[in-house]
């Protein structure tokens, strides 16, 4: 995560075939929460709860040696990453950026969010690109391997949380779009889930709301293909995301896969 020291954070938008920024106060937004405020704008006053300033070189180089001196089975999640990635199809930039992991030197960049349905909300992408143009410009700027890694929450309990979405019709209208609910005693986490018939209907609700412009066909097979019924809730997620960024030197890691709540 970086941090902006001015009263706004620049945000990029097209006009045409050119680019530029607008500044962006997001502390006018009502939902921000003060320590995301003051860690944006005022490092100094929550700088003791943190390891070193995001802004500072030196903070960043002393966390990728910490890192790097750090003992961890590297083999091992490269392993299981692998094991998840020939599962999904992984693309082969995805692969390789997996296979980083396996070196001493390599830094990973972390994001994540819990696998919701058709990819969840729209910040899941944004955190994903924001890991993916981090761990770039840290390899940049180090001199090390650096691989943006998206952890899916495949452990968490909430169904209601995951289980719908809100889509805009052509006319700007919000929808919501859901699976159906769980019996209140059913706390099981959504890594157990497998998607039924209901999934059909839910990615059909999708497509008669959606414009019919030129990307739609393509959008709505690729959903399809990811979350298909028979297939579980949290790969349907990480196959969805590995259609939208795999071409990008990224990679998804499910927590639930066994092997990792057994490593040192």
């Given at each position: 995560?970086?941090?902006?020291?001015?009263?706004?954070?620049?945000?990029?938008?097209?006009?045409?075939?050119?680019?530029?920024?607008?500044?962006?106060?997001?502390?006018?937004?009502?939902?921000?929460?003060?320590?995301?405020?003051?860690?944006?704008?005022?490092?100094?006053?929550?700088?003791?709860?943190?390891?070193?300033?995001p802004?500072?070189?030196?903070?960043?180089?002393?966390a990728?040696?910490?890192t790097?001196?750090?003992?961890?089975?590297?083999?091992?999640?490269a392993?299981?990453?692998?094991?998840q990635?020939?599962?999904?199809?992984?693309?082969?930039?995805?692969?390789?950026?997996?296979?980083?992991?396996a070196?001493?030197r390599?830094?990973?960049?972390?994001?994540?969010?819990?696998?919701?349905?058709?990819?969840?909300?729209?910040?899941?992408?944004?955190?994903?690109?924001?890991?993916?143009?981090?761990?770039?410009?840290?390899?940049?700027?180090?001199?090390?391997?650096?691989?943006?890694i998206?952890?899916?929450?495949?452990?968490?309990?909430?169904?209601?949380?995951?289980?719908g979405c809100?889509?805009?019709?052509?006319?700007?209208?919000?929808?919501?779009?859901?699976?159906?609910?769980r019996?209140?005693?059913?706390?099981?986490?959504?890594?157990?889930v497998?998607l039924?018939?209901?999934?059909?209907?839910a990615?059909?609700?999708?497509?008669?709301?959606?414009?019919?412009?030129?990307?739609?066909?393509?959008?709505?097979?690729?959903?399809?293909?990811?979350?298909?019924?028979?297939?579980?809730?949290?790969?349907?997620?990480?196959?969805?995301?590995?259609?939208?960024?795999?071409?990008?030197?990224?990679?998804r890691?499910?927590?639930?896969?066994?092997a990792?709540?057994?490593?040192?």
């Open positions: 995560m970086t941090s902006n020291t001015s009263d706004s954070a620049p945000v990029s938008h097209a006009t045409g075939d050119a680019s530029s920024k607008l500044a962006v106060d997001v502390r006018r937004f009502p939902w921000i929460r003060r320590l995301a405020a003051d860690y944006a704008y005022d490092f100094p006053s929550v700088e003791p709860f943190f390891a070193g300033n802004a500072q070189h030196k903070a960043w180089a002393d990728i040696r910490r790097q001196a750090h003992a961890r089975n590297r083999a091992g999640i392993e299981v990453l692998a094991a990635q020939a599962r999904r199809g992984a693309p082969q930039p995805a692969v390789d950026a997996a296979r980083l992991l070196d001493g390599t830094v990973a960049v972390l994001t994540g969010q819990q696998a919701g349905l058709f990819g969840g909300p729209l910040f899941t992408l944004l955190k994903a690109l924001t890991a993916l143009k981090l761990a770039a410009q840290v390899s940049q700027d180090h001199g090390v391997p650096a691989v943006a998206f952890w899916i929450d495949a452990e968490d309990h909430d169904w209601d949380e995951v289980r809100s889509v805009l019709d052509a006319a700007l209208a919000p929808h919501n779009i859901s699976l159906p609910a019996s209140a005693g059913d706390h099981a986490p959504v890594a157990t497998t039924d018939a209901s999934i059909t209907a990615l059909d609700q999708l497509e008669a709301l959606l414009p019919p412009t030129e990307f739609r066909p393509a959008l709505m097979a690729d959903l399809r293909a990811a979350y298909a019924a028979g297939r579980g809730m949290a790969d349907a997620f990480g196959h969805w995301l590995e259609r939208v960024l795999g071409g990008r030197k990224s990679t890691l499910n927590s639930s896969h066994v990792l709540s057994r490593m040192p």
